[in-house]
């Protein structure tokens, strides 16, 4: 006769409570991989869709009315709202649309974490909200253009996304020359994957779009990583033992590469989104202009919004956006 073996109560129960407890650890973090990755392929679909439907469009400047009285006040403002009714939703599936003040009706949340999950800040309503910088007077300079502080308006789209759109009916067609880059923005897009669901957090369900120049827009979208390379750097190393711009990033992550200078422009628009609104820094694009470490490249100053050409051997900041 063999004699029969199994677990005790006592030894099952021990079991489940040890699988119990690795599943609490280890499921939130699988969670969030999971809900980044997701967000990460609705954010790339986003951003294709709507960069077609702008490339569709023969001009993005001139819609609807904007004026202001002597004192600077706007008296009339219709300019966000008519650019999604009469522009974008002839080439762009558009569920709702809420104009100025009920921006909540669409799905936008009241406050949103910033990329550095530190700060819980007021969505912006305005141009001026979302920047103050791009209404600071410097961008006019040399070039036609201008900037309207019109308020935002938002329309939530077919796939569940809450977006605010934040227009500027004065932008110019100029992207030849350098100056300022504040009178090149005509549209910026704030979207919310998830609408007001949360986590409502600027890198995750939060993110953003940027339509740059009248004429033949240039549509970005850059996923900004959540801090500066740790000094500053040559956009070319001629020293071999040197890192330069693009290896900064590599040794930050390998997901990690430079933006160009229309991305690192979007991240100037929306600079108080990623925690580099206080920043008066100059920050290296990857648009060259001439190669060679005596060659120049496009770099972006967060003081006053100027696009700048260097030479590639000096040194400044990095801020990484996504692959």
């Known amino acids: 006769m063999k004699k029969k073996t199994g677990f005790t109560l006592a030894e099952i129960l021990i079991t489940l409570a040890i699988i119990g407890i690795v599943a609490a650890i ?19 679909a986003l951003h294709a869709r709507l960069a077609q439907a702008i490339g569709q469009m023969n001009t993005l400047g001139g819609y609807g009315t904007y004026t202001e009285d002597e004192k600077g006040t706007a008296t009339a403002d219709t300019a966000a709202e008519s650019f999604i009714l ?77 977006i605010a759109v934040f227009y ?13 880059i504040q009178n090149k923005m005509c549209v910026n897009f704030i979207y919310d994957l998830n609408g007001s669901e949360g986590p409502n957090q600027v890198g995750k369900d939060v993110g953003f779009i940027t339509a740059f120049y009248n004429k033949n827009p240039i549509v970005v979208a850059p996923v900004p990583y959540n801090k500066d390379y740790t000094s500053k750097v040559p956009q070319y190393a001629e020293d071999a033992g040197t890192i330069d711009a693009s290896a900064a990033c590599k040794s930050m992550a390998e997901d990690l590469r430079l933006p160009d200078k229309d991305e690192i422009a979007s991240l100037f628009v929306n600079s108080f989104l990623i925690n580099m609104g206080a920043s008066t820094d100059n920050y290296w694009s990857g648009s060259v202009i001439s190669s060679g470490p005596s060659g120049l490249a496009w770099l972006q100053t967060f003081n006053d919004g100027g696009r700048r050409r260097n030479n590639r051997s000096g040194v400044t900041f990095v801020r990484c956006i996504k692959k």
Request: proline share 5%.
């Open 26 to 44: 280890t499921l939130p973090s699988l969670l969030v991989n999971v809900n980044e990755k997701a967000w990460d392929a609705q954010k790339k």
């Open 86 to 162: 009469d522009a974008l939703s002839k080439v762009y599936k558009i569920n709702n649309v809420c104009g100025p003040d009920k921006l909540s009706s669409c799905g936008i949340p009241s406050k949103i974490t910033t990329l550095d999950a530190v700060s819980e800040i007021s969505f912006p309503t305005k141009i001026s909200e979302l920047n103050e910088k791009l209404l600071n007077g410097l961008h006019v300079t040399g070039e036609d253009g201008d900037v309207a502080d019109t308020k935002a308006a938002a329309f939530e789209t077919v796939n569940g996304e809450s």
């Open 168 to 180: 500027n009916p004065l932008c110019s067609s100029n992207s030849s020359v350098n100056y300022y």
